[in-house]
């Protein structure tokens, strides 16, 4: 299956980081972000081996269903998805990002990660497609809470169950966020997206609103991907390398 996919891969013009940075030199770039991007800082991703669903059933453990079907097991997972992102931070990745949107360069960063690494980089224009682990609230009344209070208890005054503010499986994406996303995705120059496996809609019709608004999507990832066809090169590397790379070579 990798061999098909990273056929599929090299038939795109592979970009060379020189290409990369001319890309940035000009501007209008939209980032878009997954769990690749924050490997690097100590965080798993969801479907590399070793990964968050190698051995987990994302259905049974993430989904509107799971909150009420499997409460305890649901709880435990995202009290350790909170700790981990508490115990590492974002990497120098995360930071030439935020320092490129202050260059004026990146216009936007649109992620699907939760973990909230991006704006804790100094990254301001971000769209959390997927909502942030540190929202926590009430199912049933809407009181929301702090993280260490999740940590330590999973019911609201009320009764009620309490959750993150992410998006599970079966519930849509907050609208505001998916509609800014899919704006600058349309009106942007170059798409970078990085460290995605494109596997999850509705955040993986990204790339082609940028094709269709005459953009170009270039994807940095460690391994092929196989919805190849969504983007329109590949440079084959970790986030982190690939940028700092680009942005030794940009000379900032
Ligand atoms: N550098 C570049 N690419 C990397 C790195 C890295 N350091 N680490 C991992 N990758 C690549 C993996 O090879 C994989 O192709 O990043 C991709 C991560 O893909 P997934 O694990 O599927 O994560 P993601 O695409 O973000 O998943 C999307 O699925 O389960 C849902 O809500 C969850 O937001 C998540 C969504």
Redo the contacts with the bound molecule.
Sequence with gaps: MIEEKREGCERMNNVSIEELAGRVKEGNVVIF?????S??SGLP????NG???DGRD?MEI?SANSLYQNFDEFTSFYRYRIEEKNKYAPHEGHRILAEWEKKGLVDAVIT???DGYHRQAGSETVYE??GSLTDIYCETCGRTYTEEHYLQKSNCQCNGKLRPG??L?GEALPVEAFEKSAEAARNCKTMLV???????SP?NMLPSETRSGGGNVIL????P?ELFYLVDGWIE??????LKACHEQLGL
């Excluded at 972000?33 to 991007?37: E, L, R």
């Excluded at 940095?220 to 391994?223: A, L, S, V």
């Excluded at 590397?237 to 690939?242: E, L, N, P, Q, T």
């Design positions: 972000t997954g769990a690749g991007m490997t690097e991703d969801f479907r590399s990964g968050l669903w994302p993430a699907q990660n939760v497609l997927h992410i998006v499986f990085i460290g995605t496996s494109l596997q999850v955040a940095i990832n460690r391994e991907v590397g970790s986030a982190r390398d690939v």
